[in-house]
C-alpha cells in the first residue's frame, strides 16, 4: 500500500530540548512510509543526540551549525529550504519559536524557516512554565496567524520533574498533523461554514459584564479545520485573546443579541454551521450609563433572557445541517440529546466539562458526537485541533 509520505521531502529541524531523542523514532517511523528525510540541527541539539544517529537512519548528511561557519553555509538554507515539501520542527524550543515569531536568521535552523516557503509544522516541547508564558504563548498566537501550524504538547512528566502540559506531543499525533499537511482532505470545498466562538459580554455598566470561561479555542480550531478541508468560513467571535484563523472572514461581537443579529445575517448562505460559542442566556435589562457605585447592603441586578440564537437556527431551517455544542457538567447524554431534539439540530457534540482536562479555557477536549439519526461516536481526549479534524471527519462521513 503506498502511503502519502511516498517519495516525500521531509525536512526536519531539531532544537535543543531533551524531546530530541524522540525525533530518532520519528525519522525511522517516516523512512519506512516512504519519506525522504533531511535533518537540521541546532548546535545545542547536537548535545542531546549525536547527528550520526539522524545520518545512519536518514541515510543522508546532517546539517547542523558549526562555530565557524564555512562558505557553504550560507548556500545551504536555500537549497534545504527550496528542496522540502514540509518542514517539521520538533522540538521546537522557547527559543526557535521567538527566533521564528521575530524573524530572526541567526543560525541554519532560524535561517531555513524564514528562507522556506514550505508547510511548517511546530512541535513545542518545553518545561510547563515556558510554555504558558504570556510571550511564548504571544509568539505561538503570531505564528498562527501567519499560517503556521502548531501542534500542542501533551500533559504529563517532564523530563524536569514537573508535571504538566510541555511534553512533545506523541508521535501519531505529529505524523497524522503531517499527513494531512501533505494530502490535506479537501472535500469541503463548494461548502460555505458559519462558525461562532468564544464567549460574549454582557454589560452591567461602562466597566463590568457577565461572561463565561470559553477560550474560543474549539470554534477556531473548527475554523481552521474547515478552511483547511476547502471551505470557505465565516467566524461570527465574541472576545478572545486568539489570532483570527488565516483565510476566515471574521465578525467580531461582543453581546448575545450582536451575535444573534450577525449570524442570523450569514445563516442563508451557510451549508453548515457550528454553534460553538458559550452564548450567555441572560443579560442586564438596564445597562447604568455610569459605573455603578457601592452601597452598604446586597445589590441585585435583573436579568432578562437572550435570544437562543441555536434554536432560532432550528426553527428556520432550510437545508442547513446544525452542529451544537453542549458543556454539561451532569447528565450528558441526556442533556446533549434533548438539545439535539429542541433546537431541531443534525448533530451535537456533547462534553463534560466538569473536569479541567478537557472543555472551557483547555488545549485539550474529549466528547461524543450523537446524530440525529441515533447514531454516537466517542472522541477521546486530544488536542483540540485534532478534535476538531476527528468530528468534521465524522460529519462529512455520515452526511
Ligand atoms: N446557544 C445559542 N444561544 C443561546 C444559548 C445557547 O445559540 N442563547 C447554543 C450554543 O452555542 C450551543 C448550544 O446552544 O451550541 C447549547 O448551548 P448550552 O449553553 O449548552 O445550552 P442551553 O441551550 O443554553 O441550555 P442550558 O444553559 O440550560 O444548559
Known sequence: MTS??????????I???IAAYKIADLTSRLIKLGANIKVVMTDNATKFIHPLTFESLSGNQVYHDTFQRTDRWDIEHIALAKWADLFLIAPATANVIGKAAGGIADDLLSTTILATEAKTIFAPAMNTVMYQKPVVQDNINKLKGMGYIFISPGKGRLACGDWGEGKLADLDTVIHY??????????MEGLRVLVTAGPTYEPIDPVRFISNRSSGKMGYAIA???IQRGAKVDLVTGPT?????AGACIYNIKTAEEMYETVLELYEKANLVFKTAAVADYRVKEVASNKIKKGQGPMTLELVRNPDILLELGQRKVEQILVGFAAETEELEENALTK?????LDFIVGNDVSTGESGFQSDSNQGILYSRDGGSTHIPLMNKREFAHR??????KQL
Open 4 to 13: 502519502n509520505f511516498e517519495n516525500k521531502n521531509i525536512l526536519i529541524g
Open 15 to 17: 532544537s535543543g530540548g
Open 178 to 187: 503531517m499527513e494531512n499537511q501533505l494530502c490535506p482532505d479537501r472535500d
Open 224 to 226: 481552521e479545520e474547515c
Open 241 to 245: 485573546n486568539l489570532s483570527p484563523p
Open 340 to 344: 439535539l431534539q429542541d433546537k431541531n
Open 391 to 396: 468530528i468534521i471527519h465524522e460529519i462529512i
